[in-house]
């Protein structure tokens, strides 16, 4: 059977642009929690149980997304979607109320399997609107309806502080984000039956588990996911520890660090979208993944904000490019039915990168390495991902077949 004509169509479609409003809603409620920690100690949390209750949600997501990943797909991911976006609501509602130890365990955990159910869901179903020679534009597009709620949400929640008790008000407030979100999926039933109307049952089904398998023993798609850990690894190194490097180093504004490099990775998606589709994408990784290793290496000297702002402009235009590249470069080496699948298990490697990072690099820092030695490990690791990325060049490159046989 021949592949539906998505592949051919423009990428802007009212489904892409439906799909990304809603993860872009979707992640103002999660970008909300940049403060957390200081809210545990608000409500007189002990300091010992504070960091885990910050990385529960992460950890969640990190437990429960390999146990969604093979049950979506594209006919079942609206209500999927549907039921994440009312728990996530009333989750939210509940946090000014549950202020034990025990209740916030209960809570993180069940907004962890909310939050990677539907995230889950929304990647299963927007690979499908995602043309393939338009894939490093597409993931480009929706990384910024991922980046923006993270540099709006700390500036609007901070600027509501005033008016509110504590977070907790604040967090029952954008509930009302996800009322959008869940009037446009509504909106989106008649037109998904609409557009996945004739495609064979095969590319909207759930995978079988023996295709998945499958899948993972092709060797470019398990080496894609292992530079994927690493680099989200050293992403979240950057995120937990630069705070703690700024505090034993003439560095101050940490928190410009990470606006700037935000505002530089959105501007290069958005105005380079349509070049990520133009290169070798292999190539293009493998040259901005090299270009990363000296970025690591200097983080650990950086003197001064003068210093930080232009270590973060660099950080930000590196990382621009790697990620989309990396998730469009997944997607077209993937299986047409296999595509949500793999996207997800690129997730799950960013979940695990952020739930290992905080642990292997808080025991690092406690053994007596410095910070800086932090950062020229994870320089270490982003030139291992260069070894990977030439291996992967140098496999025979077999486009992912557009004949499919019902199994």
């Known amino acids: 059977m021949?592949?539906?004509?998505?592949?051919?169509q423009k990428l802007f479609s009212i489904e892409f642009i439906m799909l990304n409003v809603i993860i872009f809603f979707s992640f103002c409620?999660?970008?909300v929690f940049y403060s957390f920690f200081d809210y545990l100690a608000r409500i007189g949390i002990p300091v010992a149980w504070r960091g885990f209750l910050l990385g529960l949600e992460p950890m969640s997501a990190f437990l429960l997304r390999l146990a969604a990943v093979p049950l979506l797909h594209a006919k079942n991911a609206v209500a999927a979607m549907i039921a994440a976006l009312i728990v996530i609501m009333v989750v939210l509602?509940?946090?000014?109320?549950?202020?034990?130890?025990?209740?916030?365990?209960?809570?993180?955990?069940?907004?962890?399997?909310?939050?990677?159910?539907?995230?889950?869901?929304?990647m299963a179903l927007v690979v499908y609107f995602i043309p393939k020679e338009k894939s490093g534009q597409g993931f480009g597009f929706i990384s910024v309806s991922v980046l923006v709620p993270y540099a709006m949400m700390p500036l609007i929640t901070e600027s509501l502080k005033g008016y509110t008790q504590n977070e907790a008000q604040i967090y029952r407030g954008v509930t009302i984000l996800a009322i959008p979100a869940l009037l446009l999926l509504v909106m989106l039933q008649k037109r998904l039956k609409n557009a996945l109307s004739g495609v064979e049952g095969v590319l909207v089904k759930r995978p079988k588990i023996d295709e998945i398998r499958r899948n993972l023993k092709a060797p470019r798609i398990p080496l894609l996911l292992l530079v994927n850990l690493f680099i989200y690894f050293s992403y979240a190194t950057v995120f937990y520890f630069l705070k703690g490097y700024a505090a034993v180093s003439s560095i101050t504004e940490v928190?410009?660090?990470?606006?700037?490099?935000?505002?530089v990775m959105i501007a290069l998606r958005l105005a380079g979208g349509l070049f990520f589709d133009k290169i070798d994408?292999?190539?293009?990784?493998?040259?901005?993944?090299?270009l990363l290793v000296p970025c690591f290496v200097l983080l650990g000297h950086t003197?001064?904000?003068s210093m930080l702002y232009l270590m973060a402009g660099y950080y930000g235009l590196c990382i621009g490019f790697i990620l989309p590249l990396l998730n469009g470069l997944l997607f077209d080496v993937s299986a047409p039915q296999l595509r949500g699948v793999n996207v997800n298990l690129a997730l799950?490697?960013?979940?695990?990168?952020?739930?290992?990072?905080?642990?292997?690099?808080?025991?690092?820092?406690?053994s007596g390495h410095s910070f800086g030695f932090l950062f020229t490990l994870c320089a270490g690791i982003i030139f291992l991902n260069v070894v990977l990325l030439i291996v992967l060049g140098s496999l025979k490159v077999k486009p992912a077949t557009t004949e499919w046989r019902s199994f």
């Open 2 to 8: 021949t592949l539906p004509a998505r592949d051919e």
């Open 29 to 31: 409620n999660m970008a």
């Open 93 to 122: 509602f509940s946090y000014g109320w549950v202020v034990t130890v025990q209740g916030l365990i209960i809570l993180r955990v069940i907004h962890g399997a909310a939050f990677v159910l539907l995230v889950s869901a929304a």
């Open 255 to 263: 928190g410009w660090f990470f606006t700037i490099a935000t505002l």
């Open 281 to 290: 994408k292999t190539r293009m990784l493998q040259v901005f993944m090299f």
């Open 303 to 305: 003197i001064g904000n």
């Open 348 to 366: 799950f490697a960013m979940d695990a990168g952020f739930f290992i990072s905080p642990y292997l690099g808080g025991a690092l820092i406690a």
